[in-house]
């Protein structure tokens, strides 16, 4: 019996399928590329673009049958994949975790920054600062800004909580007394998530106004782009806000909520949103050209 009835003839496979089904690939792993490494802050955002953008500038090379060019973008896009590989490795080792458990679809669903909400939980954690200045009792707070971080990111994650933000629990803590004093808070969200946590010492040289929890705060910042901290100096009462290494202090409460409420206003998530819808309504366009379909209006553009 002959099995060449059972081959597919490929000759009959129309030559622009092959094209879309790879288009379609490349929007859904650049889609993809977006949701897992853009929930973070803006320029990670542009990180992303930047690296798109340079493998679609070594495509067009190689079309255009510029080698010298086309050979050298090839080498910067190897070199960039290498950089985003390091710098975002808690990302890509969360998609491949994904990736190897089969959970494609999780991929896809966009993982989002804790939600902080202006009137409860920056609140409730400004008036318990407010109150740890005034009693000058030391306290070091870590509000993580995208995600959850990894228990690799302490030297020690401290002692599990998740309980719910109060002004209450975040001044019970930081009392002498309790054995869950020394050490960061750690809040996500409306959560806290736990407590007595050690963070990383900075390794610059700072004033020596500034005590351990200052350093710690400027440590942890420094080694993590999404998480801030805020700081209340046992001896002075003074309160200070560490992003990215940097402290910012001496602060007011009022200031102080200010700050919080800017940054987890959504311009982040919003700029994520809109960069992967762009990016797929882009993909549709040119999907539907290359199948020489008829265009389909969207909602915006029946308004």
Same mark, same amino acid.
């Given at each position: 019996?002959?099995?060449?009835?059972?081959v597919?003839?490929? !000759?009959?496979?129309? !030559?622009?399928?092959?094209?879309?089904?790879?288009?379609?690939?490349?929007?859904?792993?650049?889609?993809? $590329?977006? $949701?897992?490494?853009?929930?973070?802050?803006?320029?990670? $955002?542009?990180?992303?673009?930047?690296?798109?953008?340079?493998?679609?500038?070594?495509?067009?090379?190689? &079309?255009?049958?510029?080698?010298?060019?086309?050979?050298?973008?090839?080498?910067?896009?190897?070199?960039? %994949?290498?950089?985003?590989?390091?710098?975002?490795?808690?990302?890509?080792?969360?998609?491949?975790?994904? @990736? *190897?458990?089969?959970?494609?679809l999780?991929?896809?669903?966009?993982?989002?920054?804790?939600?902080?909400?202006?009137?409860?939980?920056?609140?409730?954690?400004v008036?318990?600062?407010?109150?740890?200045?005034?009693?000058?009792?030391?306290?070091?707070?870590?509000?993580?800004?995208?995600?959850?971080?990894?228990?690799?990111?302490?030297?020690?994650?401290?002692?599990?909580l998740?309980?719910?933000?109060?002004?209450?629990?975040?001044?019970?803590?930081?009392?002498? !007394?309790?054995?869950?004093?020394?050490?960061?808070?750690?809040?996500?969200?409306?959560?806290?998530?736990?407590? %007595?946590?050690?963070?990383p010492?900075?390794?610059?040289?700072? !004033?020596?106004?500034?005590?351990?929890?200052?350093?710690?705060?400027? *440590?942890?910042?420094?080694?993590?782009?999404?998480?801030?901290?805020?700081?209340?100096?046992?001896?002075?009462?003074s309160?200070? @806000?560490?992003? &990215?290494?940097?402290?910012?202090?001496?602060?007011?409460?009022?200031?102080?909520k200010?700050?919080?409420? %800017?940054?987890f %206003?959504?311009?982040?998530?919003?700029?994520?949103?809109?960069?992967?819808?762009?990016?797929?309504?882009?993909?549709?366009?040119?999907?539907?050209?290359?199948?020489?379909?008829?265009? @389909?209006?969207t909602?915006?553009?029946?308004?």
């Amino acid at each position: 019996m002959s099995l060449s009835g059972f081959v597919p003839d490929l !000759s009959r496979i129309p !030559s622009w399928l092959p094209n879309s089904i790879d288009l379609i690939l490349v929007l859904a792993l650049s889609y993809a $590329l977006l $949701l897992v490494i853009g929930e973070g802050e803006r320029r990670s $955002l542009w990180t992303v673009r930047g690296f798109i953008i340079l493998m679609l500038a070594t495509v067009v090379s190689k &079309k255009l049958q510029l080698v010298l060019l086309g050979f050298l973008l090839e080498k910067l896009v190897l070199g960039a %994949a290498v950089a985003m590989a390091v710098i975002f490795q808690s990302q890509f080792r969360r998609f491949l975790e994904q @990736l *190897g458990r089969g959970e494609i679809l999780q991929i896809f669903k966009s993982s989002r920054r804790p939600s902080y909400q202006s009137d409860s939980a920056v609140e409730k954690i400004v008036e318990a600062v407010k109150q740890l200045s005034q009693n000058r009792t030391g306290a070091l707070m870590l509000l993580e800004t995208a995600g959850s971080l990894e228990a690799e990111d302490f030297v020690s994650p401290g002692v599990v909580l998740n309980a719910e933000v109060s002004k209450e629990i975040l001044q019970t803590i930081f009392q002498t !007394s309790t054995l869950l004093h020394d050490g960061a808070v750690v809040i996500n969200g409306s959560r806290i998530v736990s407590a %007595a946590a050690i963070l990383p010492l900075s390794e610059r040289t700072a !004033s020596r106004q500034l005590g351990t929890r200052h350093r710690a705060a400027m *440590g942890v910042t420094e080694r993590i782009d999404k998480c801030i901290c805020i700081v209340v100096s046992e001896e002075t009462g003074s309160i200070s @806000l560490a992003e &990215k290494g940097i402290l910012n202090r001496p602060l007011t409460s009022s200031k102080l909520k200010e700050l919080l409420q %800017a940054k987890f %206003a959504p311009t982040v998530e919003a700029d994520a949103v809109r960069l992967s819808r762009k990016i797929g309504f882009q993909g549709k366009i040119i999907l539907q050209r290359l199948l020489r379909l008829p265009f @389909l209006p969207t909602p915006q553009d029946k308004k």
